[in-house]
């Protein structure tokens, strides 16, 4: 985690100051930064302290708008190419906001409910990923209007979800993979239909 110390216009966005201790360590102008699984790029250092520009179709996109002084934020680097994938793929693309509906303690983890977005409805499933706030998470449950994650206490002892409340805003990332899929069903790409030698070289066979 990281927390703001400042927040600054530019343009129709905004800069933001984020305390990102060790994170910070051998990060150089240029490097990209997730801030609540936002890939935002790092404009400025200072010994601990980094600068990161977000966009006004960033701010219209994410929660990053509401950020503060003060306010805490997940903080993640980019993954190397050599190193181990713990979680699913997450671009730091952030396709809309939703609210936390519920808090469930259980005896080994916290279920989070949240409202599940129209326009989602069809990347989530259950047993599926989806990035929360930056978090790779697996979708527990899911209703039609409702899905819900369970996390462990690691999670919440080293994320803002140990402190997050019913209401809480936040940023979802839906899987890359399902996007993909329901983009060639729905243009028919993957119904069978002329199945060429040509179409799975453009699919990359």
Known sequence: MGAVSAVAPFGRGKILTIGAGSLADGMKPGDSIAVNGACLTVTGL???TIEAEATAETLSKTNLGKLAPGSQVNLERPLAADARLHGHLV???VDTTTRIIALQKEPESVLVSFTLPVELKKFIVPRGSVAVDGLSLTVAHLEK???SCALISFTLEHTTFGRIK?????NIETDIIGKYVVASLERGELSGE??????LRNWGY
Not at 194 to 199: D, F, I, K, P, V
């Open 46 to 48: 200072s010994g601990e």
């Open 91 to 93: 671009q730091g693309h």
């Open 145 to 147: 209007e409702i899905f």
């Open 166 to 170: 019913v209401g809480a805003e936040v």
């Open 194 to 199: 002329g199945l060429s030698a040509e179409m």
